[in-house]
């Protein structure tokens, strides 16, 4: 008898960020899509991971996490966002934010349990939901601001809803929650037993003194929550894979009996590294500057394009509008330019459960100003893009 094996994800192809990222490598383009800074990370905390590795940190950490590292973050998060986190019970330490977002609905889900998305999202979630026997409830974001319509979200709301799933600062658009959202969102989940997974990755990366409205601050949200983190973007490391869970203890009890069993613990040396690193606060509170002044050069240097650009406040992306050039689909677009400009983007339509397309492509600016200056340039050698014949 031969092997046949069931797909559990027939709907799934290769992810946006590996097709658009390998075509850039085949066309040796700039690759502005998938999110990743090109400029160098910090040289001391190389050098404690290395000291790490020297001095015998090798071997498991604790199952949830190095406990130097986890109190180093119940103290990050206490001066923060005031949330009184217990580093025993509350964090556990993952392989990363999507695997933290995984765990926590691997934790609550039950087939036939649905679960609230805000398209366009980003786009391990509806996978991560489908391969836990979930059913997604996908919610577009207005057009162009990219907020919540809480209205149609109260709509959706039943008895059997049993999470939402947050982002901000939010991939692909910049948008971020603002007070009216908190409020919104306590006045629809009272009363019921939804979960909430804010996945918070971005956390630092906000921009236009915005403030940054961790589910952490709000107890009547957290004591429902699932809140993810990761190290890959405060410390310009994404290939680390190293994030992390915080979430009240009766609900940290249950992740842990999933993440013991599939993951069990991660890299101790970077654990050890990071325990010591994150004493420097400066580190990550000048994030948001350091980015925003990226952000703004780019724009800066895009205003000699017909691209558009939309409002952002915060991540890695942003979005630009090509209504004035072409009337192609975001895909067909972005892999011309990737093709004839030698500049990959991400198409905007990729982060839909069915593609819908406003002619808006992501551009990811955590780059060294001499990749976004050649960047520009090169999209400005296209006549329809400069204007120029
Ligand atoms: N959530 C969002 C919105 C992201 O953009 C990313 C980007 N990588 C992640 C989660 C995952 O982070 P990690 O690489 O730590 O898994
Ligand atoms: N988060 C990054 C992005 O949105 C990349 C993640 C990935 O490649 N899976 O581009």
Same mark, same amino acid.
């Not at 190095?66 to 966002?81: Q, W």
């Not at 039943?158 to 658009?173: D, F, G, R, W």
């Not at 405060?234 to 992390?244: A, D, E, I, P, R």
């Given at each position: 008898?031969?092997?046949?094996?069931?797909?559990?994800?027939?709907?799934?192809?290769?992810?946006?960020? /590996?097709?658009?990222?390998?075509?850039?490598?085949?066309?040796?383009?700039?690759?502005?899509?998938?999110?990743?800074?090109?400029?160098?990370?910090?040289?001391?905390?190389?050098?404690?991971?290395?000291?790490?590795?020297?001095?015998?940190?090798?071997?498991?950490?604790?199952?949830?996490?190095?406990?130097?590292?986890?109190?180093?973050?119940?103290?990050?998060?206490?001066?923060?966002?005031?949330?009184?986190?217990?580093?025993?019970?509350?964090?556990?330490?993952?392989?990363?934010?999507?695997?933290?977002?995984?765990?926590?609905?691997?934790?609550?889900?039950?087939?036939?349990?649905?679960?609230?998305?805000?398209?366009?999202?980003?786009?391990?979630?509806?996978?991560?939901?489908?391969?836990?026997?979930?059913?997604?409830?996908?919610? $577009?974001?207005?057009?162009?601001?990219?907020?919540?319509?809480?209205?149609?979200?109260?709509?959706?709301?039943?008895?059997?809803?049993?999470?939402?799933?947050?982002?901000?600062?939010?991939?692909?658009?910049?948008?971020?929650?603002?007070?009216?959202?908190?409020?919104?969102?306590?006045?629809?989940v009272k009363d019921t037993g939804i979960f909430i997974i804010s996945d918070?990755?971005?956390?630092?990366?906000?921009?236009?003194?915005?403030?940054?409205?961790?589910?952490?601050?709000?107890?009547?949200?957290?004591?429902? $929550?699932?809140? @993810?983190?990761?190290?890959?973007?405060?410390?310009?490391?994404?290939?680390?894979?190293?994030?992390?869970?915080?979430?009240?203890?009766?609900? *940290?009890?249950?992740l842990r009996k999933v993440h013991q069993f599939n993951c069990f613990t @991660?890299?101790?040396?970077?654990?050890?590294?990071?325990?010591?690193?994150?004493?420097?606060?400066?580190?990550?509170?000048?994030?948001?500057?350091?980015?925003?002044?990226?952000?703004?050069?780019?724009?800066?240097?895009?205003?000699?394009?017909?691209?558009?650009?939309? /409002?952002?406040?915060?991540?890695?992306?942003?979005?630009?509008?090509?209504?004035?050039?072409?009337?192609?689909?975001?895909?067909?677009?972005?892999?011309?330019?990737?093709?004839?400009?030698?500049?990959? /983007?991400?198409?905007?339509?990729?982060?839909?459960?069915?593609?819908?397309?406003?002619?808006?492509?992501?551009?990811?600016?955590?780059?060294?100003?001499?990749?976004?200056?050649?960047?520009?340039?090169?999209?400005?050698? *296209?006549?329809?893009?400069?204007?120029?014949?």
């Amino acid at each position: 008898m031969t092997t046949n094996i069931q797909s559990k994800l027939p709907a799934a192809g290769t992810t946006i960020f /590996t097709t658009m990222s390998a075509l850039a490598t085949k066309h040796e383009a700039i690759n502005l899509g998938q999110g990743f800074p090109d400029f160098p990370m910090n040289e001391e905390l190389l050098s404690l991971v290395y000291k790490s590795m020297q001095d015998g940190h090798n071997q498991y950490v604790h199952m949830c996490g190095l406990p130097a590292l986890r109190e180093g973050l119940a103290e990050k998060v206490h001066s923060l966002y005031n949330a009184p986190i217990d580093p025993e019970t509350d964090i556990t330490i993952t392989p990363g934010g999507t695997y933290a977002i995984y765990t926590a609905l691997t934790t609550i889900l039950q087939p036939g349990d649905e679960v609230i998305i805000f398209e366009p999202a980003y786009d391990s979630y509806i996978p991560n939901i489908e391969i836990n026997g979930g059913v997604v409830v996908a919610i $577009s974001l207005n057009f162009p601001d990219y907020k919540i319509n809480w209205q149609l979200v109260k709509e959706k709301v039943n008895a059997k809803t049993k999470a939402i799933i947050l982002n901000s600062p939010h991939n692909p658009t910049g948008s971020v929650l603002e007070e009216s959202d908190i409020e919104s969102l306590r006045d629809i989940v009272k009363d019921t037993g939804i979960f909430i997974i804010s996945d918070e990755v971005y956390e630092h990366l906000i921009f236009d003194e915005k403030k940054h409205l961790s589910i952490l601050r709000y107890p009547d949200l957290f004591e429902r $929550s699932f809140v @993810c983190f990761s190290f890959g973007k405060v410390y310009h490391c994404t290939g680390w894979k190293l994030g992390y869970c915080i979430a009240p203890a009766a609900l *940290m009890k249950e992740l842990r009996k999933v993440h013991q069993f599939n993951c069990f613990t @991660c890299n101790s040396p970077i654990q050890y590294a990071l325990a010591v690193f994150l004493k420097q606060k400066e580190q990550y509170l000048q994030l948001g500057s350091f980015l925003q002044k990226k952000r703004d050069y780019f724009k800066t240097i895009m205003q000699e394009t017909k691209f558009i650009p939309l /409002t952002t406040h915060g991540s890695y992306f942003q979005l630009y509008s090509y209504e004035n050039i072409s009337d192609e689909s975001e895909n067909d677009f972005a892999v011309r330019l990737i093709r004839e400009a030698g500049v990959a /983007t991400i198409p905007v339509s990729a982060f839909y459960k069915n593609a819908v397309n406003n002619k808006v492509l992501r551009f990811c600016f955590a780059k060294k100003e001499t990749t976004l200056d050649e960047a520009v340039s090169r999209l400005l050698k *296209m006549e329809m893009i400069s204007g120029i014949g």
